[in-house]
Protein backbone atom coordinates (compact mmCIF):
# COMPACT_ATOMS: atom_id res chain seq x y z
CA UNK A 1 0.00 0.00 0.00
CA UNK A 2 1.23 3.46 -0.69
CA UNK A 3 0.91 6.17 1.34
CA UNK A 4 -0.61 8.56 -1.43
CA UNK A 5 -1.51 7.24 -4.38
CA UNK A 6 -1.84 9.01 -7.66
CA UNK A 7 -5.40 7.95 -8.80
CA UNK A 8 -7.95 6.19 -6.98
CA UNK A 9 -11.08 4.63 -8.80
CA UNK A 10 -14.43 3.48 -7.41
CA UNK A 11 -15.60 0.99 -9.63
CA UNK A 12 -14.31 -1.64 -11.20
CA UNK A 13 -16.69 -1.81 -14.13
CA UNK A 14 -15.24 -0.87 -17.76
CA UNK A 15 -15.10 2.56 -17.01
CA UNK A 16 -13.06 2.21 -13.97
CA UNK A 17 -10.88 -0.83 -15.34
CA UNK A 18 -10.36 1.09 -18.54
CA UNK A 19 -8.97 4.16 -16.42
CA UNK A 20 -6.44 1.76 -14.57
CA UNK A 21 -5.61 -0.06 -17.49
CA UNK A 22 -4.53 2.76 -19.12
CA UNK A 23 -2.88 3.96 -16.52
CA UNK A 24 -1.15 1.13 -14.87
CA UNK A 25 0.54 0.43 -18.51
CA UNK A 26 1.49 3.80 -18.72
CA UNK A 27 3.67 3.58 -15.65
CA UNK A 28 1.17 5.47 -13.36
CA UNK A 29 0.09 3.77 -9.97
CA UNK A 30 -3.46 3.41 -9.17
CA UNK A 31 -5.51 1.23 -6.78
CA UNK A 32 -9.19 0.45 -7.79
CA UNK A 33 -12.14 -0.24 -4.92
CA UNK A 34 -14.83 -2.61 -5.94
CA UNK A 35 -17.79 -3.31 -4.13
CA UNK A 36 -18.63 -6.29 -5.49
CA UNK A 37 -16.80 -9.33 -3.18
CA UNK A 38 -16.62 -11.94 -6.31
CA UNK A 39 -16.78 -10.01 -9.48
CA UNK A 40 -15.27 -7.35 -11.71
CA UNK A 41 -17.19 -5.59 -14.79
CA UNK A 42 -20.21 -4.13 -13.09
CA UNK A 43 -23.37 -4.65 -14.95
CA UNK A 44 -21.06 -5.83 -17.49
CA UNK A 45 -20.12 -9.09 -15.32
CA UNK A 46 -20.93 -12.55 -16.28
CA UNK A 47 -22.92 -14.51 -13.68
CA UNK A 48 -22.53 -18.29 -12.96
CA UNK A 49 -25.03 -20.59 -11.68
CA UNK A 50 -23.80 -24.02 -11.38
CA UNK A 51 -21.82 -23.80 -14.92
CA UNK A 52 -24.08 -22.11 -16.74
CA UNK A 53 -23.18 -18.63 -17.85
CA UNK A 54 -25.41 -15.31 -17.88
CA UNK A 55 -24.94 -11.66 -19.07
CA UNK A 56 -26.55 -9.49 -17.18
CA UNK A 57 -28.58 -6.99 -19.68
CA UNK A 58 -26.80 -8.41 -23.12
CA UNK A 59 -23.47 -6.59 -23.99
CA UNK A 60 -22.81 -6.58 -28.10
CA UNK A 61 -18.95 -5.88 -28.46
CA UNK A 62 -18.89 -3.22 -31.44
CA UNK A 63 -17.75 0.28 -31.72
CA UNK A 64 -17.31 2.57 -33.79
CA UNK A 65 -13.83 3.92 -32.20
CA UNK A 66 -11.02 1.93 -33.71
CA UNK A 67 -9.41 2.79 -30.39
CA UNK A 68 -11.58 0.46 -28.09
CA UNK A 69 -12.05 -1.80 -30.86
CA UNK A 70 -7.87 -2.15 -30.89
CA UNK A 71 -8.37 -1.80 -26.64
CA UNK A 72 -10.59 -5.01 -26.74
CA UNK A 73 -8.28 -7.06 -29.08
CA UNK A 74 -5.27 -5.64 -26.33
CA UNK A 75 -6.81 -6.91 -23.61
CA UNK A 76 -8.57 -10.19 -24.86
CA UNK A 77 -6.76 -11.31 -27.84
CA UNK A 78 -8.08 -14.62 -28.31
CA UNK A 79 -11.23 -15.26 -26.82
CA UNK A 80 -13.68 -13.59 -29.14
CA UNK A 81 -16.45 -14.92 -31.27
CA UNK A 82 -18.34 -13.97 -34.51
CA UNK A 83 -21.78 -13.82 -33.77
CA UNK A 84 -24.84 -13.22 -36.03
CA UNK A 85 -27.49 -10.52 -34.31
CA UNK A 86 -30.87 -11.95 -34.59
CA UNK A 87 -33.46 -9.80 -32.57
CA UNK A 88 -37.41 -9.73 -32.43
CA UNK A 89 -40.13 -7.89 -31.26
CA UNK A 90 -43.30 -9.58 -29.73
CA UNK A 91 -46.06 -7.75 -29.96
CA UNK A 92 -50.12 -8.82 -29.66
CA UNK A 93 -49.10 -12.06 -29.91
CA UNK A 94 -46.84 -11.78 -32.78
CA UNK A 95 -43.20 -11.90 -33.88
CA UNK A 96 -41.29 -9.17 -36.24
CA UNK A 97 -37.97 -9.14 -37.02
CA UNK A 98 -35.50 -6.05 -34.97
CA UNK A 99 -34.66 -4.12 -37.18
CA UNK A 100 -37.78 -4.55 -38.75
CA UNK A 101 -38.32 -6.17 -42.26
CA UNK A 102 -40.71 -4.04 -44.19
CA UNK A 103 -43.11 -7.00 -45.89
CA UNK A 104 -42.75 -8.96 -42.68
CA UNK A 105 -44.25 -6.48 -40.70
CA UNK A 106 -47.22 -5.00 -43.49
CA UNK A 107 -48.00 -8.59 -43.26
CA UNK A 108 -48.48 -8.74 -39.24
CA UNK A 109 -49.80 -5.57 -39.53
CA UNK A 110 -52.49 -5.85 -42.10
CA UNK A 111 -53.11 -3.08 -44.73
CA UNK A 112 -55.21 -1.51 -42.72
CA UNK A 113 -52.80 -1.12 -39.83
CA UNK A 114 -49.98 -0.13 -41.69
CA UNK A 115 -51.78 2.37 -43.91
CA UNK A 116 -52.74 4.12 -40.91
CA UNK A 117 -48.94 4.25 -39.78
CA UNK A 118 -48.09 5.77 -43.38
CA UNK A 119 -50.62 8.30 -42.43
CA UNK A 120 -49.98 8.80 -39.18
CA UNK A 121 -46.27 9.48 -40.18
CA UNK A 122 -47.02 12.14 -43.00
CA UNK A 123 -48.88 13.74 -40.31
CA UNK A 124 -46.49 14.05 -38.10
CA UNK A 125 -43.83 15.30 -40.80
CA UNK A 126 -46.71 17.81 -41.92
CA UNK A 127 -47.19 19.40 -38.28
CA UNK A 128 -44.27 18.25 -36.03
CA UNK A 129 -44.15 19.52 -32.18
CA UNK A 130 -41.43 22.30 -32.11
CA UNK A 131 -38.91 21.78 -29.74
CA UNK A 132 -39.93 18.35 -28.47
CA UNK A 133 -39.34 17.63 -24.84
CA UNK A 134 -40.48 14.49 -24.05
CA UNK A 135 -39.57 11.20 -25.32
CA UNK A 136 -43.34 10.73 -26.57
CA UNK A 137 -42.77 13.56 -28.92
CA UNK A 138 -39.72 12.86 -30.17
CA UNK A 139 -40.41 9.45 -31.16
CA UNK A 140 -43.87 10.89 -32.40
CA UNK A 141 -42.26 13.44 -34.71
CA UNK A 142 -39.90 10.70 -35.97
CA UNK A 143 -42.07 8.13 -36.75
CA UNK A 144 -45.30 9.17 -36.24
CA UNK A 145 -47.95 8.61 -33.74
CA UNK A 146 -49.30 5.40 -34.59
CA UNK A 147 -45.65 3.63 -34.70
CA UNK A 148 -45.01 5.35 -31.51
CA UNK A 149 -47.63 3.52 -30.23
CA UNK A 150 -47.22 0.05 -31.46
CA UNK A 151 -43.25 -0.20 -31.20
CA UNK A 152 -41.94 2.26 -28.87
CA UNK A 153 -44.45 3.17 -25.73
CA UNK A 154 -45.39 -0.13 -24.32
CA UNK A 155 -41.99 -1.32 -23.84
CA UNK A 156 -40.66 2.11 -23.06
CA UNK A 157 -42.37 2.52 -20.36
CA UNK A 158 -42.07 -1.15 -19.08
CA UNK A 159 -38.31 -0.42 -19.30
CA UNK A 160 -38.48 3.34 -16.75
CA UNK A 161 -41.70 2.40 -14.68
CA UNK A 162 -42.87 5.76 -16.08
CA UNK A 163 -45.21 7.26 -18.80
CA UNK A 164 -43.33 8.86 -22.27
CA UNK A 165 -44.38 12.27 -21.54
CA UNK A 166 -42.29 12.52 -17.91
CA UNK A 167 -39.31 10.57 -19.81
CA UNK A 168 -37.06 13.71 -21.11
CA UNK A 169 -36.32 13.70 -24.83
CA UNK A 170 -32.77 13.34 -24.45
CA UNK A 171 -32.73 10.01 -23.92
CA UNK A 172 -34.47 9.26 -27.36
CA UNK A 173 -32.20 11.32 -29.11
CA UNK A 174 -29.07 9.33 -27.34
CA UNK A 175 -30.43 6.23 -28.12
CA UNK A 176 -32.43 6.36 -31.36
CA UNK A 177 -30.85 9.15 -32.88
CA UNK A 178 -29.00 8.56 -37.02
CA UNK A 179 -32.29 6.10 -37.03
CA UNK A 180 -34.92 7.62 -39.38
CA UNK A 181 -38.01 5.84 -40.33
CA UNK A 182 -36.71 6.19 -44.25
CA UNK A 183 -33.78 4.43 -43.44
CA UNK A 184 -35.57 1.53 -41.21
CA UNK A 185 -37.84 1.33 -44.58
CA UNK A 186 -34.90 0.90 -46.64
CA UNK A 187 -33.24 -1.35 -43.96
CA UNK A 188 -36.25 -3.48 -44.26
CA UNK A 189 -36.95 -3.79 -47.68
CA UNK A 190 -33.48 -4.83 -48.32
CA UNK A 191 -33.85 -7.40 -45.37
CA UNK A 192 -36.81 -8.67 -46.55
CA UNK A 193 -35.77 -9.10 -50.24
CA UNK A 194 -32.42 -11.04 -48.65
CA UNK A 195 -30.03 -8.44 -49.35
CA UNK A 196 -27.23 -8.12 -46.95
CA UNK A 197 -24.61 -6.21 -46.11
CA UNK A 198 -21.32 -6.17 -43.96
CA UNK A 199 -21.58 -4.28 -40.45
CA UNK A 200 -19.30 -1.75 -41.05
CA UNK A 201 -18.57 1.45 -38.90
CA UNK A 202 -20.50 3.97 -40.85
CA UNK A 203 -23.89 2.64 -40.37
CA UNK A 204 -26.72 2.69 -37.62
CA UNK A 205 -25.40 1.03 -34.81
CA UNK A 206 -29.25 0.04 -34.38
CA UNK A 207 -28.80 -1.67 -37.87
CA UNK A 208 -25.80 -4.12 -37.20
CA UNK A 209 -25.89 -7.21 -38.10
CA UNK A 210 -23.69 -8.98 -36.33
CA UNK A 211 -21.30 -8.08 -33.56
CA UNK A 212 -18.59 -9.89 -31.73
CA UNK A 213 -18.68 -11.58 -28.46
CA UNK A 214 -16.16 -13.42 -25.81
CA UNK A 215 -16.85 -16.80 -25.61
CA UNK A 216 -17.73 -16.70 -22.25
CA UNK A 217 -19.21 -13.68 -21.59
CA UNK A 218 -18.74 -9.96 -21.43
CA UNK A 219 -16.75 -10.70 -17.58
CA UNK A 220 -14.02 -12.45 -19.24
CA UNK A 221 -12.64 -9.50 -20.67
CA UNK A 222 -13.15 -7.51 -17.30
CA UNK A 223 -11.28 -10.22 -15.53
CA UNK A 224 -8.92 -10.35 -18.29
CA UNK A 225 -8.29 -6.38 -17.56
CA UNK A 226 -7.88 -6.76 -13.76
CA UNK A 227 -5.36 -9.50 -14.24
CA UNK A 228 -3.75 -7.02 -15.90
CA UNK A 229 -4.14 -3.84 -14.53
CA UNK A 230 -2.35 -5.66 -11.37
CA UNK A 231 0.47 -7.28 -13.83
CA UNK A 232 1.40 -3.57 -14.55
CA UNK A 233 1.43 -2.63 -11.13
CA UNK A 234 -2.13 -1.42 -10.23
CA UNK A 235 -3.64 -2.50 -7.01
CA UNK A 236 -7.35 -3.72 -7.00
CA UNK A 237 -9.17 -4.43 -3.57
CA UNK A 238 -12.78 -6.43 -4.06
CA UNK A 239 -15.46 -6.09 -1.32
CA UNK A 240 -14.74 -2.71 -0.44
CA UNK A 241 -17.82 -0.09 -0.11
CA UNK A 242 -16.68 3.45 -0.24
CA UNK A 243 -18.38 5.32 2.27
CA UNK A 244 -17.02 8.54 2.88
CA UNK A 245 -14.64 10.98 0.94
CA UNK A 246 -12.67 13.90 2.29
CA UNK A 247 -11.15 16.60 0.40
CA UNK A 248 -8.49 18.86 1.95
CA UNK A 249 -8.57 21.74 0.12
CA UNK A 250 -4.94 23.29 1.65
CA UNK A 251 -3.17 19.99 0.44
CA UNK A 252 -5.51 18.92 -2.79
CA UNK A 253 -5.86 15.12 -1.70
CA UNK A 254 -8.48 13.12 -0.72
CA UNK A 255 -8.99 10.94 1.62
CA UNK A 256 -11.57 7.69 0.97
CA UNK A 257 -12.97 5.86 3.71
CA UNK A 258 -14.46 2.18 3.01
CA UNK A 259 -15.64 -0.80 4.72
CA UNK A 260 -14.65 -3.95 4.09
CA UNK A 261 -17.00 -7.19 4.20
CA UNK A 262 -16.31 -7.81 7.66
CA UNK A 263 -16.61 -4.86 8.77
CA UNK A 264 -13.50 -3.24 8.72
CA UNK A 265 -12.61 0.07 7.83
CA UNK A 266 -9.89 0.86 5.67
CA UNK A 267 -8.42 4.76 4.48
CA UNK A 268 -6.42 5.46 1.45
CA UNK A 269 -5.36 8.58 0.12
CA UNK A 270 -4.97 10.01 -3.51
CA UNK A 271 -4.52 13.17 -5.62
CA UNK A 272 -6.82 11.87 -7.81
CA UNK A 273 -10.11 10.38 -7.59
CA UNK A 274 -12.66 8.56 -10.77
CA UNK A 275 -15.89 7.10 -9.80
CA UNK A 276 -18.31 5.08 -11.23
CA UNK A 277 -20.25 5.03 -8.66
CA UNK A 278 -23.93 6.12 -9.31
CA UNK A 279 -23.74 9.95 -9.08
CA UNK A 280 -26.34 10.20 -6.33
CA UNK A 281 -24.36 7.91 -3.74
CA UNK A 282 -21.26 9.61 -4.43
CA UNK A 283 -22.29 13.68 -4.10
CA UNK A 284 -24.02 12.04 -0.30
CA UNK A 285 -20.23 10.29 0.45
CA UNK A 286 -18.55 13.55 0.30
CA UNK A 287 -16.73 15.79 2.73
CA UNK A 288 -17.27 19.19 3.44
CA UNK A 289 -21.04 18.17 2.20
CA UNK A 290 -21.63 19.70 -1.43
CA UNK A 291 -24.43 22.28 -2.00
CA UNK A 292 -26.00 20.35 -4.81
CA UNK A 293 -26.73 17.54 -2.06
CA UNK A 294 -30.48 18.29 -3.14
CA UNK A 295 -29.88 18.23 -6.84
CA UNK A 296 -28.14 14.17 -6.28
CA UNK A 297 -30.76 12.90 -4.42
CA UNK A 298 -33.25 13.95 -7.17
CA UNK A 299 -31.50 11.64 -9.23
CA UNK A 300 -32.99 8.44 -10.36
CA UNK A 301 -32.60 4.99 -10.98
CA UNK A 302 -33.96 2.16 -12.70
CA UNK A 303 -33.01 -1.39 -11.86
CA UNK A 304 -34.36 -5.00 -13.15
CA UNK A 305 -34.06 -8.64 -12.27
CA UNK A 306 -33.24 -11.51 -14.48
CA UNK A 307 -35.04 -14.68 -13.91
CA UNK A 308 -33.22 -17.38 -16.03
CA UNK A 309 -34.89 -20.54 -16.81
CA UNK A 310 -33.24 -23.83 -17.59
CA UNK A 311 -34.93 -26.52 -19.74
CA UNK A 312 -34.64 -29.58 -21.36
CA UNK A 313 -32.85 -29.19 -25.42
CA UNK A 314 -35.41 -27.56 -27.66
CA UNK A 315 -35.71 -26.78 -31.01
CA UNK A 316 -32.57 -24.10 -31.36
CA UNK A 317 -33.50 -20.04 -30.74
CA UNK A 318 -32.09 -18.30 -33.28
CA UNK A 319 -32.46 -14.78 -31.32
CA UNK A 320 -30.04 -13.23 -29.48
CA UNK A 321 -33.25 -11.49 -27.64
CA UNK A 322 -36.65 -10.82 -27.56
CA UNK A 323 -38.04 -7.37 -27.24
CA UNK A 324 -41.64 -8.36 -25.23
CA UNK A 325 -43.92 -5.03 -26.44
CA UNK A 326 -47.00 -7.11 -25.78
CA UNK A 327 -48.84 -5.23 -22.49
CA UNK A 328 -50.09 -8.96 -21.87
CA UNK A 329 -47.11 -10.19 -19.96
CA UNK A 330 -44.82 -8.21 -17.13
CA UNK A 331 -41.43 -9.04 -19.01
CA UNK A 332 -39.40 -6.88 -21.03
CA UNK A 333 -36.80 -8.86 -22.46
CA UNK A 334 -35.77 -12.52 -23.33
CA UNK A 335 -32.05 -13.16 -23.82
CA UNK A 336 -31.44 -16.44 -25.06
CA UNK A 337 -27.62 -17.36 -23.65
CA UNK A 338 -26.61 -19.69 -26.03
CA UNK A 339 -27.37 -17.74 -29.43
CA UNK A 340 -24.81 -15.47 -27.65
CA UNK A 341 -22.19 -18.14 -26.89
CA UNK A 342 -22.28 -21.67 -27.03
CA UNK A 343 -20.05 -21.74 -24.39
CA UNK A 344 -22.47 -19.77 -22.03
CA UNK A 345 -24.55 -23.33 -21.83
CA UNK A 346 -22.78 -25.84 -18.62
CA UNK A 347 -24.17 -29.19 -20.77
CA UNK A 348 -23.90 -27.98 -24.10
CA UNK A 349 -27.91 -29.06 -25.14
CA UNK A 350 -30.10 -27.74 -22.33
CA UNK A 351 -31.93 -24.80 -23.54
CA UNK A 352 -31.56 -21.85 -21.11
CA UNK A 353 -33.46 -18.19 -21.11
CA UNK A 354 -32.92 -14.83 -19.45
CA UNK A 355 -36.54 -13.11 -18.55
CA UNK A 356 -35.97 -9.49 -18.03
CA UNK A 357 -37.86 -7.50 -15.49
CA UNK A 358 -37.27 -4.25 -14.88
CA UNK A 359 -38.71 -3.03 -11.63
CA UNK A 360 -37.64 -0.17 -8.45
CA UNK A 361 -35.37 -1.54 -5.79
CA UNK A 362 -37.21 -2.53 -2.76
CA UNK A 363 -40.89 -2.22 -4.91
CA UNK A 364 -43.30 -5.28 -5.05
CA UNK A 365 -41.36 -7.38 -8.26
CA UNK A 366 -37.80 -6.76 -6.44
CA UNK A 367 -38.37 -8.16 -3.26
CA UNK A 368 -40.92 -11.17 -4.60
CA UNK A 369 -39.27 -14.45 -3.15
CA UNK A 370 -37.36 -16.11 -6.11
CA UNK A 371 -39.88 -19.02 -6.46
CA UNK A 372 -42.93 -16.16 -7.19
CA UNK A 373 -40.73 -14.94 -10.16
CA UNK A 374 -39.58 -18.02 -11.04
CA UNK A 375 -43.52 -18.97 -11.17
CA UNK A 376 -44.38 -15.84 -13.15
CA UNK A 377 -41.32 -16.30 -15.70
CA UNK A 378 -42.79 -19.74 -16.54
CA UNK A 379 -46.02 -18.50 -17.27
CA UNK A 380 -45.60 -15.85 -19.23
CA UNK A 381 -42.59 -17.85 -21.10
CA UNK A 382 -44.87 -20.25 -22.02
CA UNK A 383 -47.63 -17.14 -23.14
CA UNK A 384 -45.10 -15.63 -25.35
CA UNK A 385 -44.47 -19.55 -26.69
CA UNK A 386 -40.41 -19.54 -26.58
CA UNK A 387 -40.47 -22.34 -24.15
CA UNK A 388 -43.14 -25.35 -22.63
CA UNK A 389 -42.96 -24.32 -19.03
CA UNK A 390 -42.75 -28.14 -18.67
CA UNK A 391 -39.47 -28.20 -19.94
CA UNK A 392 -37.95 -26.10 -17.12
CA UNK A 393 -36.13 -28.38 -14.58
CA UNK A 394 -33.72 -25.77 -12.94
CA UNK A 395 -33.87 -21.77 -12.29
CA UNK A 396 -32.52 -18.62 -10.51
CA UNK A 397 -33.23 -15.20 -10.07
CA UNK A 398 -30.41 -12.30 -10.79
CA UNK A 399 -30.94 -8.82 -9.34
CA UNK A 400 -29.36 -5.74 -10.53
CA UNK A 401 -29.52 -2.55 -9.14
CA UNK A 402 -29.07 0.81 -10.69
CA UNK A 403 -28.99 -0.67 -13.67
CA UNK A 404 -30.22 2.84 -15.72
CA UNK A 405 -29.90 6.24 -14.84
CA UNK A 406 -34.02 7.56 -15.30
CA UNK A 407 -34.06 10.56 -17.54
CA UNK A 408 -36.73 12.59 -16.19
CA UNK A 409 -37.58 15.72 -16.88
CA UNK A 410 -35.08 17.71 -14.40
CA UNK A 411 -32.33 15.15 -14.55
CA UNK A 412 -30.25 17.68 -16.88
CA UNK A 413 -30.26 20.47 -14.78
CA UNK A 414 -29.48 19.02 -11.51
CA UNK A 415 -26.41 16.93 -13.80
CA UNK A 416 -25.24 20.08 -14.65
CA UNK A 417 -25.09 21.90 -11.11
CA UNK A 418 -23.55 18.98 -9.70
CA UNK A 419 -21.02 19.17 -12.58
CA UNK A 420 -20.23 22.89 -11.87
CA UNK A 421 -19.33 22.38 -8.01
CA UNK A 422 -17.48 19.70 -8.82
CA UNK A 423 -15.01 21.69 -11.23
CA UNK A 424 -14.72 24.88 -8.99
CA UNK A 425 -15.01 23.01 -5.33
CA UNK A 426 -13.17 19.58 -5.77
CA UNK A 427 -10.37 19.11 -7.93
CA UNK A 428 -9.07 15.84 -8.77
CA UNK A 429 -12.48 14.39 -8.33
CA UNK A 430 -13.13 13.12 -12.05
CA UNK A 431 -16.78 11.27 -13.47
CA UNK A 432 -16.70 8.74 -15.54
CA UNK A 433 -18.88 5.79 -17.16
CA UNK A 434 -22.89 4.97 -16.91
CA UNK A 435 -23.49 5.72 -13.28
CA UNK A 436 -20.88 8.28 -12.52
CA UNK A 437 -21.96 10.71 -15.11
CA UNK A 438 -25.99 9.87 -14.92
CA UNK A 439 -25.28 8.75 -18.23
CA UNK A 440 -27.57 5.85 -20.45
CA UNK A 441 -23.57 5.08 -22.01
CA UNK A 442 -23.00 1.66 -23.98
CA UNK A 443 -20.05 -0.18 -22.73
CA UNK A 444 -17.72 1.47 -25.27
CA UNK A 445 -18.71 5.05 -24.43
CA UNK A 446 -18.01 3.98 -20.77
CA UNK A 447 -14.63 2.65 -21.81
CA UNK A 448 -13.88 5.78 -23.85
CA UNK A 449 -15.02 8.09 -21.04
CA UNK A 450 -12.51 6.10 -18.81
CA UNK A 451 -9.82 6.07 -21.39
CA UNK A 452 -9.87 9.60 -22.07
CA UNK A 453 -10.20 10.60 -18.16
CA UNK A 454 -6.96 8.39 -17.81
CA UNK A 455 -5.07 10.51 -20.77
CA UNK A 456 -6.52 13.47 -18.99
CA UNK A 457 -4.54 12.99 -16.31
CA UNK A 458 -1.12 11.74 -17.86
CA UNK A 459 -1.37 15.07 -19.38
CA UNK A 460 -1.55 17.00 -16.47
CA UNK A 461 -4.44 19.11 -18.80
CA UNK A 462 -8.04 18.87 -19.86
CA UNK A 463 -7.11 17.60 -23.66
CA UNK A 464 -10.53 15.57 -23.97
CA UNK A 465 -13.86 16.52 -22.96
CA UNK A 466 -15.25 13.54 -21.38
CA UNK A 467 -18.85 15.14 -21.42
CA UNK A 468 -18.68 14.69 -25.21
CA UNK A 469 -18.65 10.96 -25.20
CA UNK A 470 -22.00 9.96 -26.42
CA UNK A 471 -23.77 7.37 -28.49
CA UNK A 472 -22.53 9.01 -31.90
CA UNK A 473 -19.01 9.82 -30.15
CA UNK A 474 -16.44 9.30 -32.85
CA UNK A 475 -12.77 10.12 -31.65
CA UNK A 476 -10.53 9.99 -34.86
CA UNK A 477 -6.80 8.33 -34.74
CA UNK A 478 -5.78 11.41 -35.60
CA UNK A 479 -7.04 13.11 -32.25
CA UNK A 480 -5.90 10.27 -30.22
CA UNK A 481 -2.41 10.47 -31.93
CA UNK A 482 -2.38 13.86 -31.42
CA UNK A 483 -3.13 13.39 -27.94
CA UNK A 484 -0.46 10.78 -27.49
CA UNK A 485 2.38 13.62 -28.86
CA UNK A 486 1.03 15.98 -26.52
CA UNK A 487 1.76 13.29 -23.64
CA UNK A 488 4.87 12.59 -24.46
CA UNK A 489 6.08 15.93 -25.67
CA UNK A 490 8.05 18.22 -22.81
CA UNK A 491 4.83 21.45 -23.25
CA UNK A 492 1.94 20.41 -22.76
CA UNK A 493 -0.99 22.92 -24.80
CA UNK A 494 -4.33 22.43 -23.09
CA UNK A 495 -6.82 22.11 -25.18
CA UNK A 496 -10.14 20.41 -25.87
CA UNK A 497 -10.60 17.60 -28.48
CA UNK A 498 -14.00 16.93 -29.93
Known amino acids: MRDIYETLVIGAGPAGLTAAYTLAKNGRDVLVLEHDPVYVGGISRTANYKGFLFDIGGHRFFSKSKEIVDLWNEILPDDFLERPRLSRIFYRGRFYAYPLKAFEALRNLGLAESARCVASFGLAKLFPIKDPRSFHQWVRNQFGERLFGIFFKTYTEKVWGMGCDEISADWAA ?45 GMMWEAAARKVQAFGGELLMGRTVEKLHFDEARKLWTVTARCGDGAVETFTARNVLSSAPMRELISAIEPKPLTLFNARALKYRDFLTVVLIGRPQKELPDNWVYIHDPSVKVGRVQNFRSWSPEMIADGVSTCLGLEYFCFEGDGLWNSPDDELIALAKDEIGKIGLMNPSDVFDACVVRQPKAYPVYDD ?59 VNEDAEYSEAGMSGAREALSSERLTPRKVA
Open 174 to 218: QRIKGLSLGAAVVDGLRRSLGIRKGSGEGGAKTLIESFRYPRRGP
Open 410 to 468: SYAQNVQSIRREIATRFPGLRLIGRNGMHKYNNQDHAMMTGMLTALNIMAGADLYDVWN
